[in-house]
C-alpha cells in the first residue's frame, strides 16, 4: 500500500523538519511514503475563515483521486490507540487499499467538501495541536504503527 501525508502549508522551524524527518528516514523501511506540501494561501486578510478552508479544500481535492481511501486527521474523528491504529493501517493493506492519504488541515480545519469526500476522520487526541505538529507527531505514530504490526520492540505496552 502506498502512503501520502497531504500537509497544509510549511514550516519553517527546523525542528519539525529534524523531527521529521527523523520518521520519515526510519518509515522507509515499512512503507512508500509520500509526504505533500499544499502551498499556504496568500492574501488572505480579506477572507473568512471559511473562505479559507474552501480555498485549502479545492487544494487538498486536486491531489486525491477517486479511488485513493482519504483519512482526515481531525479533532473530531475516531480515538485510536496506538495498537488500534496499527490494526487498522493492516487491514486497509489487507483490503487492497492502493493508496491511503492522510491529510492534515490548514489553521482552520477542512471545508465540508473535504469532509464529504473522506473515507474516515482519525484524531491524534482530545487536544488541539498546531497543524506544523501533528506532522511529527503523525509520522511517529505511523512508524510506531509499523512497528507494531512487525512485531518489533518499539512500542511498549
Avoid at 76 to 95: D, P, Y
Avoid at 110 to 124: A, M, N
Amino acid at each position: 500500500m502506498k502512503t501520502e501525508l497531504l500537509l497544509t502549508g510549511k514550516t519553517d522551524y527546523s525542528w519539525i523538519k529534524d523531527g521529521s524527518d527523523l520518521y520519515l528516514s526510519r518509515l522507509k523501511h515499512y512503507t512508500s511514503l509520500l509526504v505533500k506540501e499544499i502551498p499556504e494561501l496568500k492574501k488572505t486578510a480579506g477572507l473568512t475563515p471559511d473562505q479559507i478552508k474552501e480555498r485549502e479544500g479545492e487544494l487538498i481535492l486536486k491531489n486525491v483521486k477517486e479511488s485513493d481511501y482519504l483519512v482526515l486527521l481531525d479533532e473530531r474523528g475516531a480515538r485510536l490507540s496506538s495498537e488500534e491504529f496499527a490494526s487498522k493501517i493492516e487491514k486497509l493493506t489487507i483490503r487492497g487499499i492502493k493508496c491511503t492519504i492522510f491529510a492534515v488541515g490548514g489553521s482552520y480545519g477542512f471545508s465540508e467538501k473535504v469532509y464529504k469526500r473522506s473515507d474516515e476522520l482519525i484524531s491524534l487526541s482530545p487536544m488541539t495541536f498546531s497543524h506544523q505538529m501533528v506532522r511529527v507527531i503523525f509520522l511517529e505514530q505511523l512508524y510506531r504503527a509499523y512497528t507494531i504490526i512487525k512485531g518489533e520492540p518499539y512500542h511498549h505496552k
